[in-house]
C-alpha cells in the first residue's frame, strides 16, 4: 500500500515519513462538522480545520518538513522562498525552530497579516513588484548573495509531503470514529495541498472518490484535467488570494492521475460559504479555504457520496479584509490579482 508509479515525485511512504517528522511539532487540528451544512450538502461533511495549524494554515507541516531534512551545511546559509502569504510565514517559522535565516521574497500587495507574521518570525522579507517575474528575479538574487536554499512554495517533493499528512491525519481519526469516506475534497492553487491529499487518500480509502475546487476566475486546474495538459493560470480574478497560482511539473502528474472532479465556484458562492463555515462552525478561515463547500453546495454530488472530507486550508484574513467581503459589492473585492 502507498506506492505510486514512477513518474509521481511524492509517494504514500515520504507522506508517512513527513508525519514522523511532524509529530509533536505540528498540530493535530481538529474535525468538526455541522448538522445544517450536512442538510445543504445532502452528505455527512467533516471539515479537518488546518486554521488552528500552526501559522494558521496548512502551510507548516510543508515548510517545516522541507527546512527540517536541509543538511547542516545547507542549513547554516538559510532558507529562501518568495509567497505572499502562508507559506512565507510557514518558511518563516521553521527557520526559526532550526535557528537559521530566512529571506523571504514578498509582493508589495501582500495581505498586511501574513507580512507582519512573517517578519514577527525573525525572517528578513525583501519587497517586490506582484508579478511572477519579479519575483523569480528577485528570489534569484537573493540566493546568489546568500547561498540559501531555495524551497519553493508547492513544486518541492518534501513540501508536497508535508501537506499531505493533514489529509492522513484526518482519514485515519474519522476511521477511529468508524467513519470511512466516500469522497474528499481540497482546494487546488499551486496543487501542493492537493496533490499531497491525492496520495494520502489513494493510499488509505482506495476507493473513496477525489475532488478538487478552485474558483471560477482562476480554473486552471479545472481546464488542465478537461484538456489532458497542463493549462498554465494566466490572469487569475478572485477575491481566493491563495489560489491564483498555476501548479507545477510535480503536482500536475498527481492531480491528473488522481483528482476525478474540480468545482469551480464564483466568488459570490465562496463569500456565501465562508459566511456558513463561519457561522455554524464558529471558525475564521480564508476565502481559499471555502472554495470546496461552495462546490459542494452548489453542484450536485452523487447520491452514492454520504460521507465528505473537506480540508480547510488556513485562516489568515485580517478583519478589515474580513469586513469588506462579507458588506461590499463583489466588482470592489477583486485586488488580488497576480499574487500567491
Known amino acids: ?31 468538526l462538522s455541522s448538522r445544517l451544512i450536512n442538510k445543504r450538502v445532502g452528505a455527512e461533511v467533516y471539515f479537518k480545520c488546518e486554521n488552528f495549524q500552526r501559522v494558521g494554515a496548512f502551510k ?9 531534512k536541509l543538511s547542516r551545511g545547507e542549513a547554516e546559509r538559510g532558507v529562501c522562498t518568495h509567497s505572499s502569504g502562508n507559506h512565507a510565514q510557514a518558511i518563516a517559522l521553521a527557520a526559526q525552530l532550526r535557528e537559521i535565516p530566512a529571506y523571504i521574497v514578498m509582493p508589495s500587495n501582500a495581505p498586511r497579516v501574513k507580512r507582519e507574521a512573517v517578519l514577527g518570525y525573525g525572517a528578513q522579507v525583501i519587497d517586490c513588484e506582484p508579478t511572477l517575474l519579479a519575483r523569480e528575479s ?59 491529499t491525492a496520495i494520502s487518500a489513494r493510499a488509505l480509502c482506495p476507493k473513496a472518490m477525489i475532488w478538487g475546487a478552485e474558483p471560477q476566475g482562476a480554473d486552471d ?3 488542465s484535467l478537461d484538456r489532458g495538459e497542463l493549462i498554465p ?13 498555476s501548479m507545477g511539473s510535480l503536482t500536475w502528474p498527481i492531480i491528473q492521475g488522481h483528482v476525478q472532479r474540480i468545482f469551480t465556484p464564483s466568488d459570490e458562492q465562496v463569500i456565501e ?6 457561522s455554524r462552525l464558529k471558525i475564521m478561515i480564508e476565502p481559499s479555504c471555502a472554495t470546496p463547500l461552495a462546490g459542494l453546495i452548489n453542484a450536485q454530488i452523487p447520491s452514492s457520496v454520504k460521507t465528505v472530507g473537506v480540508l ?29
Open 233 to 245: 493560470q494566466t490572469d487569475p480574478n478572485t477575491i481566493c488570494d491563495g489560489l491564483l497560482t
Open 221 to 223: 486546474a479545472a481546464r
Open 1 to 31: 500500500m502507498g506506492h505510486e508509479l514512477p513518474r509521481y515525485a511524492v509517494n504514500y511512504q515520504h507522506i508517512e515519513e513527513a508525519a514522523a517528522n511532524l509529530m509533536g511539532v505540528s498540530h493535530l487540528t481538529p474535525v
Open 138 to 196: 528577485t528570489a534569484e538574487r537573493v540566493i546568489e548573495e546568500t547561498g540559501a536554499t531555495f524551497i519553493h512554495p508547492y513544486n518541492h517533493p518534501d513540501v508536497i509531503a508535508g501537506q499531505g499528512t493533514a489529509a492522513r491525519e484526518l482519514i485515519t481519526e474519522l476511521r477511529q470514529r468508524e467513519v470511512e469516506l466516500d469522497a474528499i475534497i481540497a482546494p487546488i492553487g499551486g496543487g501542493g495541498l492537493m496533490s499531497g
Open 60 to 68: 507548516f507541516r510543508g515548510g517545516y518538513h522541507a527546512v527540517s
Open 312 to 340: 480547510l486550508s488556513g485562516g489568515n484574513i485580517d478583519l478589515e479584509r474580513l469586513a469588506s467581503l462579507c458588506s461590499s459589492p463583489l466588482s470592489t473585492l477583486h485586488s488580488s490579482k497576480g499574487s500567491f
Open 273 to 278: 460559504a465562508l459566511k456558513l463555515t463561519m
